[in-house]
């Protein structure tokens, strides 16, 4: 029966409560029912125990609360460990439990959007972005401590603090020469649009250089078959390798965006100049634009901040980003110490009784479920949720 069309409830709790106490009473069920306006099925069924006091109307939840939580602690444990559930496989954790506790129903569409709306507190549906393994396994929290640490001990070592005009960052970017895809007007219905482009895809690197106060060095653009260099006099101070997305400011907040509007600018002066490819003559000016629209002091400042550099706070980066140390569960140490209580044994028959002999040739107990330890999983639901094992960087 529908929830629209479900006859609703016409009797109080409080007279079940007093019916069911008069049934054990040794009143027989149809004369409760009738004396306290209950229906008579109902009143039996709680009698009986099938159904318990308290209870609603309607089928049973597919899920309890409880395990409902866990799948919402492991969804969010994995996404800390930058693998995300997809919704295909939180259902399919969510039936294997639902098979183990003996339910055996099917979970659909509308128990998804049950699910979200009542844990929408917790999760959401969102499109990540794409981290390669590289950079997400080498962003460690260890990592990004020790960048700091040696952060602060530079700007305290060569006399920068309150210095922002002397805090610089510095990168190459790269710009290919040919239009990049963007969205066009076609013909509707059309199912695979093209734009043509050269065979080569020739680019042109530029080197960006921003301060923590706001300003910037000109950039320098280097075209192919160029090799400049030269001592600058500078003190570098290297990210960890893999880090850029999280530590350098000109990653976060200036790349993105200048990549953005050079290309937007790019395709529009191709078009009009009806030509598949920027030239070598056209691309300081297109980059010019770009470049003064996007590098602006307030963008740059807020780079700077959103990186940690300026002001100095290991608190300021994204920690989303940054993946947590893989838990390690040591086992317990069985190291035999010497003391008082301690008997040394030599080879030989055992002389112990027999209850003893053979708990102490058990083998150890197995570690404890690391999800277990940190009280993200129940140990009855262990074999169903298993650590995110991390491959070793190098």
């Not at 049934?23 to 409760?32: D, L, Y």
């Not at 039996?44 to 609360?65: A, E, M, T, W, Y």
């Not at 294997?96 to 999760?123: P, Y």
Request: hydrophobic share 40%; net charge positive.
């Amino acid at each position: 029966m529908s929830v629209t069309n479900r006859q609703a409830k016409k009797w109080r709790d409080e007279d079940m409560v007093s019916a069911m106490a008069a049934c054990q009473g040794r009143m027989n069920v149809a004369a409760s029912a009738r004396q306290f306006n209950v229906p008579r099925k109902t009143l039996d069924d709680r009698v009986k125990g099938h159904i318990h006091q308290g209870s609603k109307q309607g089928p049973p939840k597919k899920l309890n609360q409880a395990d409902e939580k866990v799948l919402v602690r492991y969804a969010l444990y994995s996404a800390r460990q930058g693998f995300p559930l997809t919704k295909a496989m939180l259902l399919s954790y969510a039936l294997t439990v639902a098979k183990k506790r003996g339910t055996g129903v099917s979970l659909g569409q509308k128990w998804w959007l049950g699910f979200l709306k009542r844990n929408g507190d917790a999760l959401s549906m969102r499109t990540p972005d794409i981290i390669d393994w590289g950079r997400t396994s080498a962003t460690k929290q260890n990592v990004v401590e020790a960048y700091f640490e040696l952060l602060q001990n530079t700007v305290q070592e060569n006399n920068l603090i309150g210095k922002p005009s002397q805090v610089y960052n510095c990168d190459e970017m790269f710009f290919q020469m040919h239009r990049t895809k963007l969205k066009v007007l076609v013909q509707k219905g059309t199912k695979a649009p093209y734009l043509q482009v050269p065979g080569t895809r020739e680019h042109i690197t530029t080197l960006v250089c921003i301060n923590a106060e706001g300003g910037d060095v000109p950039p320098f653009i280097i075209f192919p078959k160029a090799f400049p260099g030269g001592e600058n006099g500078v003190i570098l101070l290297c990210l960890p390798p893999h880090t850029s997305h999280v530590l350098q400011p000109l990653d976060v907040g200036i790349f993105g965006p200048l990549k953005v509007e050079f290309a937007r600018l790019a395709l529009n002066i191709c078009h009009f100049n009806n030509s598949f490819v920027l030239s070598k003559r056209d691309f300081g000016k297109v980059f010019r634009k770009a470049y003064k629209k996007c590098v602006e002091e307030l963008h740059v400042k807020k780079a700077f901040k959103a990186c940690g550099i300026w002001p100095l706070d290991s608190h300021a980066i994204n920690s989303q980003r940054v993946m947590p140390a893989a838990i390690v569960v040591l086992p317990e140490d069985t190291t035999t110490t010497s003391g008082p209580d301690t008997v040394v044994c030599e080879a030989g028959p055992s002389t112990l009784p027999a209850g003893l002999s053979a708990q102490a040739a058990a083998p150890p107990a197995p570690p404890l479920h690391p999800l277990v330890a940190s009280g993200d999983i129940p140990e009855d639901l262990a074999d169903l949720f298993h650590p995110i094992k991390r491959r070793p960087h190098g």
